[in-house]
C-alpha cells in the first residue's frame, strides 16, 4: 500500500505540473477537440482534471483544514439547490469543478505551490507569446471576434481576453513576488534580467487584450497591495513608508498613462453603457421580488438560462436555447443559491479576507496578491463555473492552507 501511495504521489507530482503549465491551451483547443472526439467539452474537462481526485488518499489530512471545511460548505449548498436547477447538467460540471478544486489545491499545497505556480506562469508567457504569433490556430477554422484585441478568439480554437487577461495577471504576480523576494540576495543578474522581461511582456500582452476589467483589477490590487501594507507598518519605519509610496505613485501614474494612451481609453469612455449593468438589473429585478426564488435561488446551473429568458441581448446556444453570461461571480451565486447561499458566502469570504491582512506583511504577499485580484476580477467576469476555476481557485486556498499550517506548527 505505501508503495502505491509512493507512484501515486510521484503521478500527481507530475500530472499537476501538466496541468498547471498546459490549461490555457487545453481550453483554447477545447472546440476543436469537442469536434474532433465528439466529446462535450464537460467530458473533456473531466477526463482532464480526474486523476486529481485520486488525492482522496489523503482525505484524512485533506479535512483536517479549516479551510476546507469553510469551502465544503459552498459545494454543499450547491449540491442541495441542484435539486431544483433547470440545468442539472451544468450544475453537476459547476460541483465537478468545486471538487477538483479542493483537489488541486491540497495537492499544490502538498507539494509546494510555488513552485507550481512557476510552471503555471512559465506556461502562460510561452501561451500568450505563440498566441500573439498567432501560431496556435494557424491551421484551425478561426475568425478574430474583437478586432485588435489579443485574446478575443472564436472556431476551433476559442479564448476570451477577460479570462485571458486574469491568467496573465496570475502569472504577471509570480514573477514580480519572485523579484521582490530575490532583489536583495546575491544571485545571477541573468536570472532577474529573465523575470523582468518575463514581466514587461506579460504588462505588454495583458493591455493587448484591452480589457477594462482586468486593467482595473491590476491598479486595485496593487493599490490595495501597497496601502494595506503601509498600514500594517503602522509608519514605524520611514523608509518603508517612502519606498511603499513611491512605488505606488509610479506604478499607478504608469498605469494610468498606458491607459490614456492606448485604444482602452475609448473602452473606458463606453464602460456607463456596458451590457452588463443591463445584465445586473435583471438578476437583481428578479431577487428584489423576495419570493422563494430570491432566498434559495434557481438552482446550480441556471444562471444562464435565467438571464437569457429575461435579458435584451441573450444569444442562443448550438441548441437555439437562449443563454447569457452573468459576468460576474457574486450576481452569478445570488441568482443560483439565492439570499441565503449569497449571505453565507460572503461570510466565507469575510473570513478569508481576515487571513489574508492577518498573513500579509512585506515579506509575502503571495495570498493577498492572488486571492485580491482574482476576487475583483469576479466583479466583472464570471469565473464561477469556469473551465479554469480548479487552478485559480486550487492557487488561492492552497495558499491558505500554507497559511494555516503555518500558523498550526504542522509539517507537510
Request: aromatic content about 18%.
Amino acid at each position: 500500500m505505501a508503495i502505491n501511495k509512493y507512484w501515486i504521489e510521484v503521478f500527481l507530482r507530475n500530472y499537476l505540473k501538466f496541468i498547471m503549465f498546459s490549461m490555457p491551451f487545453l481550453i483554447g483547443y477545447i472546440p476543436f477537440l469537442s469536434e474532433t472526439l465528439a466529446l462535450k467539452s464537460p467530458f473533456i474537462i473531466g477526463i482532464y482534471y480526474g486523476p486529481l481526485l485520486l488525492s482522496v488518499i489523503w482525505f484524512k489530512d485533506i479535512i483536517h483544514f479549516k479551510t476546507i471545511k469553510y469551502y465544503t460548505v459552498i459545494i454543499l449548498i450547491s449540491i442541495i439547490t441542484l435539486i431544483w436547477s433547470i440545468d442539472v447538467n451544468k450544475g453537476i460540471t459547476n460541483i465537478f469543478l468545486l471538487v477538483s478544486s479542493i483537489a488541486a489545491a491540497y495537492l499544490l499545497y502538498l507539494f509546494d505551490y510555488r513552485k507550481l505556480w512557476a510552471w503555471f506562469s512559465w506556461g502562460m508567457l510561452v501561451f500568450t507569446i505563440l498566441l500573439k504569433l498567432k501560431v496556435l490556430y494557424f491551421f484551425l477554422d478561426t475568425y478574430n471576434f474583437g478586432g485588435d484585441r489579443l485574446g478575443y478568439i472564436e472556431g476551433q480554437f476559442a479564448t476570451d481576453p477577460n479570462f485571458l487577461g486574469m491568467y496573465i495577471g496570475i502569472a504577471l504576480f509570480y514573477f514580480i513576488s519572485t523579484l521582490k523576494n530575490n532583489l536583495s540576495k546575491k544571485i545571477n543578474k541573468t536570472y532577474i534580467y529573465i523575470h523582468l522581461a518575463a514581466c514587461l511582456l506579460l504588462i505588454y500582452f495583458l493591455f493587448l487584450t484591452l480589457s477594462r476589467t482586468i486593467t482595473l483589477s491590476l491598479i486595485l490590487t496593487l493599490m490595495l497591495t501597497f496601502v494595506v501594507l503601509v498600514l500594517k507598518n503602522n509608519f514605524k519605519e520611514k523608509k518603508v513608508l517612502i519606498k511603499t509610496l513611491s512605488i505606488s505613485l509610479v506604478s499607478i501614474i504608469l498605469l494610468v498613462f498606458l491607459i490614456l494612451n492606448s485604444p482602452l481609453s475609448s473602452r473606458f469612455k463606453g464602460l456607463l453603457h456596458d451590457d452588463r449593468i443591463d445584465i445586473w438589473k435583471v438578476i437583481w429585478g428578479l431577487i428584489g421580488k423576495f419570493d422563494i426564488y430570491s432566498f434559495f435561488g434557481y438552482g446550480l446551473g441556471s444562471s444562464d438560462l435565467i438571464i437569457g429568458k429575461y435579458f435584451h441581448g441573450a444569444v442562443s446556444d448550438s441548441e437555439g436555447i437562449l443563454r447569457f453570461s452573468a459576468h460576474n461571480l457574486y450576481f452569478d451565486w445570488l441568482l443560483q443559491t439565492g439570499l441565503i447561499g449569497f449571505g453565507i458566502l460572503l461570510y466565507l469570504l469575510a473570513k478569508m479576507i481576515k487571513v489574508n491582512w492577518k498573513s500579509l506583511n512585506s515579506k509575502n504577499i503571495d495570498l493577498f496578491l492572488i486571492s485580491t485580484f482574482f476576487l475583483i476580477c469576479s466583479f466583472g467576469i464570471n469565473t464561477f463555473g469556469h473551465y479554469s476555476l480548479p487552478v485559480m481557485v486550487g492557487l488561492i486556498i492552497s495558499t491558505l492552507l500554507t497559511k494555516e499550517s503555518t500558523h498550526k506548527g504542522t509539517s507537510k
